[in-house]
C-alpha cells in the first residue's frame, strides 16, 4: 500500500478509505501547495491550494453507496435529456451515452492561466502556418519544415491557395489535447483545427454536475462554461466578409446520422442560430442562400461540421450528397466565411505536430508555453529506426486517424501484434508517427470496485475571432478500463467535469 493510501486509511477517510495511486501523479490526492523539488520549469505546480483540499475534504465524506445512488440518477438524466453520440462499429448499441463520472476534475487558477496562455499561443502560430503555406510558403522556403511534408499533406487544399481569409483566422474552433506527465507538466498531444467535437459535454457535465453534486460545489468559485454559445456566435460574426452589419450565421450538419448530431442540434440552440443541412442552402450569383418559407435568406458565416471532401460537390467529392454545389466559388469570391477554413487538416497533421514547437518560435518568436510530447517521424529514416527498434516501448500512431483507432501501445501490446504492426510500418512508414508511453496523470473514479484511480486527458476549446477566447476547463476524458491510456469514447472512455477555481 501506498503512503497515500496509509494516509487515508484513517477513520473518516470515507470514499477514499482504499483508494491507491501507485506510480502516477494523482490531480485530487497526491499534490502539495509546493512539491518537494520545487514546480517542473514549464508547469505551475504549487501554489494555494486551498479549493482543493475542500473538495477533497468533502468527498471524503461522501459513502460510496450513496455516490452510486447520484450516478445512476445522473445516467438517467443523460437518457432522458438525449445526450449521445454514436458508435458506428457497434451493430447492437449504435447510438450511447458518453459514461459520465461524477468526481470532478480540478484545476488551480495557476494552472488554468499557464494553459490558457499555452492555448492562445498555439491557436495563433497555427493560424500563421496556415495563411504562410497557402500564400508565401515562406517556412518551406527557410527549411523550417520539409516542403512535401506540407505539400503533399492529404489535407491540403490547392483551392485555399491566395485566399485572403477574414482576419487572418483559418482555425475558428480548436480543440488541444493535454495530457500530465508523472512530473505533473501539461504536455500536447495533439492539435485538433478541422471540426474538432465534444464542447457540448463539457457544458452539459457542469449543468449535470450542479444537479447531482450542489452540496459538492456549494461556496465555490467555479469559472463558468455557459459563455462558449454566444463567444462562437460573437466570433463567427466578426470574421464574416466586411460589409455586413448584422452577419447572418448558420451551423451546418451532415444531418441526423452523424455521431456527434446531438452537439450540432445542441451548439446551434447554445448560438441561437439556425441548423442546417446541406439541401438547406443555394449558391446563387456567387452567394450563399438558406431556404425559408419566406424565401431566400443570405448566409453569411458558416460553422461547417462536416470534413472538406463533402462541403462541395463541384469541387471535391462528386457524390457528396452532404454539401453545396458552388459554396467553395462563393468563399473563394469572399462572399462567406466558412469556419473553420478549408485546408486546416494540414496543422493537426500528427508528423506536423513534431514541428510545432519550430512553428511557434518561427512565427512568434517566442518559445512554446506548452510543450510537445516527444515525437519520431516515420517518414524520416531516423524517425522509423528508432521506432522499429524500440517499438514494444512506443506509442505508434497512423498520422491520418483519430479516436484511438490504428494505433499500437507497445508494452501494452503481444508479441504477435507488435510483429505484425513492424510490417505495417515497414510497408507504409510515412503514415506513422512514435511517441514514448506517457505516465498519464490520474483522477478518482467512480468504478465497479468502487472509487480507482483512472488515467485522464484534457481538451480545451478555443474560439478565435478578432481575438481568442478559451472555454476555462475544456472535456476532460478518463479511460475507464483499468490501465488503459485510451480515453476516447469510441474505445470506451468516459468524461468528467472539469472544475477550474476561479481563486
Known amino acids: ?185 501539461f504536455l500536447v498531444l495533439e492539435d485538433n483545427a478541422r471540426t474538432p467535437s465534444g464542447v457540448s459535454y463539457v457544458i452539459e457535465n457542469r449543468h449535470m454536475m450542479l444537479r447531482s453534486m450542489p452540496d459538492l460545489a456549494s461556496g465555490l468559485d467555479l469559472m463558468p462554461v455557459d459563455e462558449y454559445g454566444p463567444r462562437l456566435r460573437q466570433a463567427l460574426a466578426e470574421v464574416a466578409p466586411q460589409g455586413v452589419d448584422a452577419p447572418q450565421v448558420v451551423l451546418l450538419s451532415p444531418g441526423i446520422y452523424n455521431s456527434a448530431y446531438f452537439e450540432h442540434v445542441f451548439l446551434a440552440r447554445e448560438m441561437g442560430v439556425p441548423l442546417v443541412e446541406g439541401r438547406d442552402l443555394v449558391v446563387e450569383d456567387g452567394r450563399v442562400f438558406m431556404r425559408t418559407v419566406a424565401g431566400l435568406r443570405p448566409v453569411h458565416s458558416i460553422y461547417r461540421r462536416l470534413n472538406d471532401d463533402f462541403l462541395d460537390p463541384a469541387v471535391f467529392n462528386p457524390d457528396s450528397m452532404l454539401g453545396v454545389p458552388g459554396l467553395i466559388d462563393a468563399y473563394r469570391r469572399g462572399n462567406v466565411t466558412i469556419a473553420n477554413a478549408v485546408g486546416t487538416g494540414v496543422a493537426d497533421d500528427k508528423a506536423v505536430y513534431a514541428y510545432m514547437p519550430r512553428i511557434i518560435r518561427y512565427y512568434l518568436s517566442e518559445e512554446p508555453i506548452l510543450s510537445n510530447v516527444e515525437t519520431h517521424i516515420c517518414a524520416e529514416a531516423d524517425g522509423l529506426a528508432y521506432t522499429l527498434a524500440n517499438l514494444e516501448r512506443l506509442v505508434v500512431k497512423p498520422v491520418g486517424e483519430s479516436g484511438g483507432y490504428g494505433l499500437i501501445i507497445g508494452p501494452h501490446a503481444s508479441a504477435l501484434e507488435i510483429e505484425e504492426f513492424r510490417a505495417k510500418l515497414i510497408a507504409d512508414p510515412s503514415n506513422y508517427i512514435s511517441q514514448p508511453v506517457i505516465d498519464l496523470s490520474v483522477c478518482p473514479t467512480l468504478c465497479e470496485a468502487g472509487v480507482e484511480a483512472r488515467h485522464v486527458d484534457l481538451r480545451p476549446f478555443a474560439v478565435t475571432g478578432r481575438s ?36
Open 1 to 185: 500500500m501506498s503512503d497515500l493510501t496509509e494516509r487515508n486509511a484513517q477513520p473518516g477517510a470515507g470514499l477514499f478509505v482504499s483508494y491507491d495511486t501507485p506510480e502516477f501523479f494523482c490531480e485530487l490526492m497526491n499534490r502539495r501547495d509546493t512539491p518537494p523539488d520545487g514546480p517542473p520549469p514549464d508547469s505551475p505546480l504549487g501554489g494555494p491550494l486551498g479549493g482543493v483540499a475542500v473538495i477533497r475534504e468533502r468527498l471524503a465524506h461522501f459513502g460510496l453507496g450513496e455516490l452510486r445512488q447520484r450516478a445512476l440518477a445522473a445516467e438517467a438524466d443523460l437518457y432522458n435529456l438525449g445526450i449521445t453520440f454514436t458508435v458506428y462499429s457497434d451493430r447492437d448499441a449504435i447510438d450511447r451515452i458518453l459514461p459520465f463520472d461524477l468526481i470532478p476534475r480540478v484545476l488551480t487558477a495557476a494552472e488554468w492561466d499557464h494553459v490558457d496562455r499555452g492555448v492562445r499561443q498555439r491557436v495563433a502560430a497555427i493560424n500563421h502556418f496556415l495563411w504562410d503555406i497557402y500564400h508565401e510558403r515562406r517556412i518551406l522556403r527557410d527549411g523550417i519544415i520539409p516542403a512535401e511534408l506540407v505539400l503533399g499533406n492529404a489535407n491540403y487544399r490547392p483551392e485555399m491557395e491566395g485566399l485572403d481569409v477574414p482576419g487572418g483566422v483559418y482555425v475558428h474552433i480548436n480543440g488541444t489535447d493535454l495530457v500530465r506527465d508523472g512530473a505533473g507538466r
Open 468 to 503: 481568442t477566447w478559451v472555454l476555462p476547463g475544456g472535456l476532460s476524458r478518463v479511460a475507464l478500463r483499468k490501465g488503459s491510456l485510451v480515453v476516447n469514447s469510441s474505445q470506451g472512455g468516459g468524461s468528467k467535469d472539469t472544475w477550474v477555481l476561479a481563486s
